[in-house]
Nanobody
Framework: QVQFMESGGGLVQPGGSLRLSCAAPGFTLDYYAISWFRQAPGKEREGVSC????????YYADSVKGRFTISRDNAKNTVYLQMNSLKPEDTAVYYCAANLMRSICPGTPQSYEYAYWGPGTQVTVSS
C-alpha cells in the first residue's frame, strides 16, 4: 500500500523559512504531478503548489507565489517545498499527494484528483 510521508514542519517566526519533504517509498514520484495542499483550522483544504511529471510544469497559489518553491530530487524520490518569508497565515497542516488523473499542473490543484494522502506535517508561524 502506498503511503506518502510529509516531514519538515515546525514552529518558525514570521519571516523565517522551512523546507518540507514528501517521500513515498516504493512509489516513483516522477511519474506523476505531485502537489502540496494545506489546511488551516476551520478552513477548507487548499492547493498550494504543484510540480508536473518530469518537472514539465509548476503551479503556485497567489498567496505563496514568490515565497515558496517546489522541486524534486529524483535520486531521493522526494518532492520538496521550500517556504521562505513565512507569514502567520501560512500556519496549517501541509499534505502532499499524487495526481492520478493528470501528469501536468494546469492550475489550482483539486483535491478530488489526488490520492495517497500522507498524515501531514504541521507548520506554525508565530512570534
Amino acid at each position: 500500500q502506498v503511503q506518502f510521508m510529509e516531514s519538515g514542519g515546525g514552529l518558525v517566526q514570521p519571516g523565517g523559512s522551512l523546507r518540507l519533504s514528501c517521500a513515498a517509498p516504493g512509489f516513483t514520484l516522477d511519474y506523476y504531478a505531485i502537489s502540496w495542499f494545506r489546511q488551516a483550522p476551520g478552513k477548507e483544504r487548499e492547493g498550494v503548489s504543484c510540480i508536473g511529471h518530469s518537472d514539465s510544469s509548476t503551479y503556485y497559489a497567489d498567496s505563496v507565489k514568490g515565497r515558496f518553491t517546489i522541486s524534486r530530487d529524483n535520486a531521493k524520490n522526494t518532492v520538496y517545498l521550500q517556504m521562505n518569508s513565512l507569514k502567520p497565515e501560512d500556519t496549517a497542516v501541509y499534505y502532499c499527494a499524487a495526481n492520478l488523473m493528470r501528469s501536468i499542473c494546469p492550475g489550482t490543484p483539486q483535491s478530488y484528483e489526488y490520492a495517497y494522502w500522507g498524515p501531514g506535517t504541521q507548520v506554525t508561524v508565530s512570534s
